[in-house]
């Protein structure tokens, strides 16, 4: 073992030999794969955001920014909080950072010690793993399941508190599940987690991603809540936006001014080019967004619809950009099924084990295509369904 990778420290453990990295490999040796793997929609950034990181780009505005990030950005993100949600937030009150997935690690880093443990659903985007885990903290899952339309269940997460639960993770949609904890849920959190004195980190990130017959409240706007909630947005998701890095976090006043310095020494601010195409997303027109959520909503529909004739069950998503689906009826383990759907179909869809699913029988599918791939990506694995199924 070579002196460098010996001196590694245990934050450093992991290697990255994912199932993820081997199907990705593999999608790259075959032709006219339809990607249903990851969670970057397949529309464009809208244009208006883009020219205005071309106009800022040409006004020569390259520099760094506050650390916090541009003022009239945190401006308008307090209004969109205001607006959308009901969020008060004033823009001293707001951290621009490099996507939200530096939010979590900046929230991490400031909220856990050696120890604390840190409930985060099951299953789950496994970012946060790493973060807390880093930080020296420890992971306890709350289990969500497909009865419950994968909504995280007050009584789940009281089960699982200990006198050394620090923090509570919210993701509503979540991820992978694409599973919106009704408004009733969110309230009887709230009152467990005052209850109980625990943080809440509320994960927004695809609350504008909701469909008909869900609804979206932010956990901050409860009585006694703002106080013991940060609050994590970003623009990747809802305005198409994964490769400019630009996310956010919410807090009280004196928390935000505790968090600026060790934002500042993880990437200093986010690029300013993008926090300019950020400005433009929240001040400009919406309507790209909601032509974005219909189509996802038609996708969906039709989704789910194949999935029906296929045997496979899933709970419904209420929003976010996902349906995750139990293939059992295949006779396949969800990694199995997985590889041989890349291989047979030219379909790359992920399983469940890579969103600590411990179970193996489900896949992740991304709404991330055109409806007429999704067409394609049906008819496929309609086509190769006896080599498919086994047993
Ligand atoms: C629940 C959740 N939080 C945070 C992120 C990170 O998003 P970004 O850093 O692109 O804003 C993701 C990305 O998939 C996610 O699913």
Known sequence: MSRL????????????????????????????VIALGRGDPDFHTPAHIVDAAKKAIDANEHHYTHPAGLPKLREAISASLKGEYGLDY????????????????????????????????????TSYDTAVTMCGGVVVEVPTREDDDYALVPAEVEAQITPRTKVLVLITPNNPTGAVTPPDMVREIARIAIARDIIVMSDEIYAKIIFDGSEHLSIATLPGMRDRTITLNGFSKSYAMTGWRVGYVAAPRDVVRRLVEPRHTLSINAATPSQFAALAALTGPQEPVDAMVKAYAERRTFMMQALDRLG???????GAFYVYT??????????????????????????????????????RISLLQPLARMEEAVRRIEAVKDRLFVG
């Open 312 to 318: 496979f069950t899933y709970g419904h998503p209420g």
């Open 326 to 363: 139990n293939v059992s009826a295949s006779g396949r383990s969800a990694p199995d099924f997985c590889e041989m759907l890349l291989r047979e179909a030219r379909v790359l869809v992920f399983p469940g084990t890579m969103f600590a699913d411990p179970e193996g029988k489900h896949i």
């Open 5 to 32: 990778l010996k001196a590694l420290s245990d934050r450093a453990h992991e290697e990255d030999v994912s199932f993820r990295t081997r199907m990705l490999e593999l999608a790259a040796t075959l032709p006219d």
């Open 90 to 125: 004033a823009s001293d009150e707001i951290i621009v950072t490099a996507g939200t997935q530096e939010a979590v690690m900046l929230c991490m880093l400031a909220l856990i010690e050696k120890g604390d443990e840190v409930l985060l659903p099951a299953p789950r985007f």
